[in-house]
């Protein structure tokens, strides 16, 4: 098993890499062709349009448990009968995605402070996303395949090659003069291609599934929905948490406001998705120990996974925070960085970050949540966490603008993320809350307050970056002796012994032995001469 989450973790950190990558040097040239205003529309409409998902009401984490759990017990009937309800179901939810597009094409430009010729392209990119988003439903099923045979080797490179083709027609697009309305037709066409694609693929992964009119059973809706209700409640209470800022934003402040806010995001997403893969490749393990009632491998595996995901949080983000300034200053410029009217975009980042860190920690207690079925708790959690930082940002924004979102998106990701959600997977797992302090929160800290130590020594020789080249140089030297860090004071000796030596030594033994047997002797040496 451990060799699965390895190499499923090194696929999604390359996925990620090359997501960030793109996102990186895609992003100024879009905002600098698009310019501000269309640039905020552009951050709007997907903000908007990220809420189709919604329609699908948790179909999707409900097909990708059932077809985890029908594998594991080689139940390939009920397999074959949940994925062929699946599709049939999706492909009606595809239909509702139709009609909230239509509407939404209508009515935003009345709702939002969208103005003269934008109006006309924003209303056909909506149309143009939700058309392909509904096309793509009937075959979010196949996707589910690659998490149930624990393939996101496969459904990574897939993702990776569609990224770099849409970022490819993306410029293509936006060089030819088409716009916003190009940009619009290539994301929903990468979309489409990646969707096709997994498609075709899931056939290959997993020979023994078969979707088929006749092994629909609208019984097994309920299955899907008993566990999917839960996961949509979930699902919405997240998206909310995503894009609800940028669309409050939209409706009581200008446009323009919409763009600092949106780039302090995209990076703080970015950061985010270091951690969602690596939490994702756990819910199989997660489902597996349920199905098995493996308690204890349970309470391992999210005690020891919590902490790693703390430790690398805590690194990179106060890293991140010390570089931001000239990271932003570098990126989009400095008028973008500074020049705006209503709040520089790195303090932004840096009060955002807090409640991102606080969400990476609990990754791995999502996954145990989702492996074991037991959603209602976190479900209402959720809801009460989208309701506290309504309020709280609804209140702050008159007084703080910009700033006063960001302050109450972290202080509510703390309360509810940070205690909360803890509290509840502890609960479940029978962990105490000292052994959670003790294993999971305490190296970190000590990890954090050291990073922090340094960083503070560092301002004195690194007081400013003023080339992209200098800020890669000091951020090496920094994330190096950080990384040393975590392993140093975050890790147990056990820990090292384990997860680092060990599989080093593994690693290395393999390469001398693949050596041994090239050579032509067959990896003996040849006994000694006697009479040497």
Not at 156 to 166: C, E, K, Q, V
Not at 199 to 220: F, G, M, N, T
Not at 309 to 331: K, N, T
Not at 515 to 525: E, M, T, V
Request: net charge positive; glycine share 8%.
């Amino acid at each position: 098993m451990l060799r699965v989450l390895v190499r499923n973790m090194l696929s999604n950190c390359a996925g990620f890499t090359v997501h960030s990558a793109v996102a990186f040097f895609l992003t100024p040239f879009v905002l600098h062709t698009l310019g501000d205003a269309r640039y905020g529309a552009w951050l709007l409409v997907t903000s908007l349009t990220g809420y189709y998902g919604l329609v699908a009401f948790g179909l999707r984490p409900g097909v990708a448990q059932y077809l985890t759990r029908y594998l594991i017990a080689r139940d390939f009937k009920k397999l074959n009968r949940i994925a062929s309800t699946a599709v049939a179901t999706l492909a009606g939810c595809g239909l509702l995605v139709v009609v909230a597009a239509c509407v939404l094409a209508a009515v935003a430009p009345i709702v939002f402070d969208i103005k003269g010729h934008l109006v006309h392209e924003a209303r056909w990119c909506i149309l143009t996303i939700g058309m392909s988003t509904a096309f793509g439903f009937s075959l979010l099923p196949f996707g589910a395949v690659f998490t149930a045979t624990q393939r996101y080797d496969l459904s990574n490179a897939i993702g990776i090659s569609t990224r770099l083709l849409t970022a490819l027609g993306a410029v293509i697009m936006l060089k030819l003069g088409f716009g916003l309305l190009g940009l619009c037709v290539v994301v929903a066409a990468g979309n489409l291609i990646g969707s096709v694609v997994r498609w075709r693929v899931a056939y290959r992964i997993l020979p023994e599934l078969h979707v088929s009119a006749d092994a629909v059973q609208w019984r097994a809706i309920y299955e899907i929905a008993t566990y999917g209700a839960w996961a949509w409640v979930i699902s919405s209470a997240q998206r909310l948490l995503a894009n609800m800022h940028l669309i409050l934003i939209g409706v009581m402040l200008p446009l323009a406001a919409v763009t600092p806010f949106g780039l302090a995001v995209s990076i703080v997403n970015c950061f985010a998705r270091i951690f969602t893969p690596i939490g994702t490749v756990f819910f199989p393990a997660m489902t597996q120990c349920d199905v098995q009632r493996n308690l204890t491998g349970l309470r391992e595996m999210y005690l020891l996974g919590s902490k790693g995901m703390y430790l690398l949080a805590v690194v990179v983000g106060i890293i991140s925070v010390f570089f931001s300034a000239d990271f932003f200053r570098l990126w989009i410029g400095q008028q973008t960085a500074y020049g705006t009217p209503f709040a520089p975009v790195h303090v932004l980042y840096n009060i955002l970050i807090v409640s991102a860190i606080a969400t990476a920690g609990q990754r791995i207690g999502y996954q145990v949540l989702l492996g074991t079925r037991k959603l209602r708790g976190f479900a209402t959690v959720a809801i009460l966490e989208v309701v506290a930082n309504l309020v709280v940002i609804a209140t702050l924004i008159r007084f703080a603008g910009l700033i006063g979102i960001a302050v109450g998106t972290a202080i509510t990701a703390v309360v509810f993320q940070g205690m909360v959600q803890p509290w509840l997977v502890c609960r479940l797992l029978d962990v105490r809350l000292a052994e959670y302090l003790r294993k999971v929160l305490a190296r970190p800290v000590v990890v954090a307050a050291a990073v922090f130590g340094l960083l503070l020594m560092l301002r004195q020789p690194f007081p400013n970056t003023y080339s992209w080249h200098g800020l890669i140089l000091c951020g090496g030297i920094v994330g190096s002796i950080g990384c040393a860090m975590a392993v140093t004071f975050g890790l147990t000796s056990d820990e090292r012994e384990r997860f680092i030596s060990r599989p080093l030594r593994a690693v290395a033994d393999r390469y001398f032995l693949h050596a041994a047997l090239k050579r032509p002797d067959g990896g003996h040496s040849p006994p000694d001469d006697p009479s040497s």
